[in-house]
């Protein structure tokens, strides 16, 4: 134990984050086991002096007049010779060098010690990722499993895997290209963090927006509401706190830069952005655009209908019925689409009231 030995504990400190005291505290451990493997009930001390970069070990026995334990006990006789203050009852602490250490015992001290740096860097990482759930992230794709389809991608933390149930629809990925990546969920593990990646959850979409759009990242325009399905189709509901910034404009971008920076991202999946509004008459037709609503009327708590006219009643509906569900997710209303206006539907259901 050398001064190469504090400079490389500095050095750990400074690359890799980990604790000096911390990793001197696993050294003194470490020793003191290997120590006591090799003699056996032995007591030891350890003393660590980092301003002079030593370590100092010390067998600690008791001085007794008759020696009954040879391993835990000394005489006053052989105590003295040590130091002629000793007394019976006192303890003595006898100085030992590391060379009398056989090799086993020298490889179990550095195992610890390597355990000990291992376990450090499990910590850091699992703070470094915590630190970054639900954010989104760049990693740097590595590698790509052909048969499962997942990707292994380098988050500058340490590898993980983006499953192929996270991915969006045929997406295709190339190794050494950056993508960006949604920290879902992050489990500690006896090897490490499990970090649970994803391209297709909803608040991906909020995060893009939030680090593309100034207006969000200072707070002057609001995400409401998110409702997604993956490399199809996106609603999202945005609000501003001034009514001199239009948030649906922010968002978009001058000459569409922003939605267009966010849209290739997700693999040009559409994104419809859309003014929200505590009025839910009013959000729920702003959420069946591009369909023209012409009126809507509140059914219940959380239910209403909808009516359009003929020639918008396939767009409300949207594509297997997508934009239709989307805005109900969107709005958290129940969504019944009619054709024409409330009076005339009425009078067409019940034609004996004519």
């Given at each position: 134990?050398?001064?190469?030995?504090?400079?490389?504990?500095d050095e750990l400190e400074q690359q890799k984050g980990i604790a000096k005291?911390?990793?001197?505290?696993?050294?003194?451990?470490?020793?003191?086991?290997?120590?006591?493997?090799?003699?056996?009930?032995?007591?030891?001390?350890?003393?660590?002096?980092?301003?002079?970069?030593?370590?100092?070990?010390?067998?600690?026995?008791?001085?007794?007049?008759?020696?009954?334990?040879?391993?835990?006990?000394?005489?006053?006789?052989?105590?003295?010779?040590?130091?002629?203050?000793?007394?019976?009852?006192?303890?003595?602490?006898?100085?030992?060098?590391?060379?009398?250490?056989?090799?086993?015992?020298?490889?179990?001290?550095?195992?610890?010690?390597?355990?000990?740096?291992?376990?450090?860097?499990?910590?850091?990482?699992?703070?470094?990722?915590?630190?970054?759930?639900?954010?989104?992230?760049?990693?740097?794709?590595?590698?790509?499993?052909?048969?499962?389809?997942?990707?292994?991608?380098?988050?500058?933390?340490?590898?993980?895997?983006?499953?192929?149930?996270?991915?969006?629809?045929?997406?295709?990925?190339?190794?050494?290209?950056?993508?960006?990546?949604?920290?879902?969920?992050?489990?500690?593990?006896?090897?490490?963090?499990?970090?649970?990646?994803?391209?297709?959850?909803?608040?991906?979409?909020?995060?893009?927006?939030?680090?593309?759009?100034?207006?969000?990242?200072?707070?002057?325009?609001?995400?409401?509401?998110?409702?997604?399905?993956?490399?199809?189709?996106?609603?999202?509901?945005?609000?501003?706190?001034?009514?001199?910034?239009?948030?649906?404009?922010?968002?978009?971008?001058?000459?569409?830069?922003?939605?267009?920076?966010?849209?290739?991202?997700?693999?040009?999946?559409?994104?419809?952005?859309?003014?929200?509004?505590?009025?839910?008459?009013?959000?729920?037709?702003?959420?069946?655009?591009?369909?023209?609503?012409?009126?809507?009327?509140?059914?219940?708590?959380?239910?209403?209908?909808?009516?359009?006219?003929?020639?918008?009643?396939?767009?409300?509906?949207?594509?297997?019925?997508?934009?239709?569900?989307?805005?109900?997710?969107?709005?958290?209303?129940?969504?019944?689409?009619?054709?024409?206006?409330?009076?005339?539907?009425?009078?067409?259901?019940?034609?004996?009231?004519?």
């Amino acid at each position: 134990m050398n001064t190469e030995f504090f400079d490389a504990l500095d050095e750990l400190e400074q690359q890799k984050g980990i604790a000096k005291d911390y990793m001197l505290e696993k050294v003194e451990a470490a020793l003191a086991s290997a120590y006591k493997r090799e003699i056996g009930g032995s007591n030891v001390k350890i003393v660590i002096d980092s301003d002079k970069k030593e370590i100092k070990m010390y067998q600690v026995m008791d001085v007794v007049e008759t020696v009954e334990d040879p391993a835990v006990q000394i005489s006053l006789e052989d105590a003295k010779k040590i130091n002629r203050r000793y007394k019976i009852g006192a303890v003595a602490e006898i100085e030992l060098k590391p060379k009398n250490f056989r090799r086993l015992s020298a490889a179990a001290a550095k195992q610890v010690i390597i355990q000990a740096i291992r376990e450090a860097e499990r910590g850091k990482a699992i703070r470094e990722y915590e630190s970054k759930r639900e954010e989104v992230i760049t990693a740097t794709v590595i590698a790509i499993d052909d048969v499962s389809g997942n990707v292994v991608v380098d988050t500058g933390t340490s590898k993980a895997t983006l499953l192929k149930s996270e991915q969006l629809p045929d997406e295709v990925f190339t190794v050494g290209k950056p993508i960006k990546v949604f920290v879902m969920e992050v489990k500690k593990d006896v090897k490490g963090p499990v970090v649970t990646l994803s391209r297709t959850h909803p608040h991906m979409i909020k995060r893009l927006f939030e680090l593309e759009v100034p207006e969000i990242q200072d707070g002057t325009v609001v995400i409401k509401a998110i409702a997604r399905e993956a490399g199809s189709r996106t609603k999202i509901a945005v609000a501003a706190r001034s009514e001199d910034v239009d948030p649906v404009g922010a968002c978009i971008g001058n000459r569409s830069t922003r939605i267009n920076g966010i849209v290739s991202e997700i693999g040009f999946e559409k994104i419809d952005i859309i003014k929200y509004s505590d009025v839910p008459q009013e959000f729920i037709k702003a959420a069946l655009a591009p369909a023209d609503v012409n009126e809507v009327v509140l059914t219940g708590e959380r239910s209403c209908q909808v009516f359009v006219d003929p020639d918008q009643l396939s767009l409300a509906i949207g594509k297997e019925g997508q934009n239709a569900r989307l805005a109900a997710r969107l709005t958290g209303f129940k969504i019944d689409i009619k054709t024409g206006y409330p009076q005339a539907s009425e009078a067409e259901s019940d034609p004996e009231e004519e």
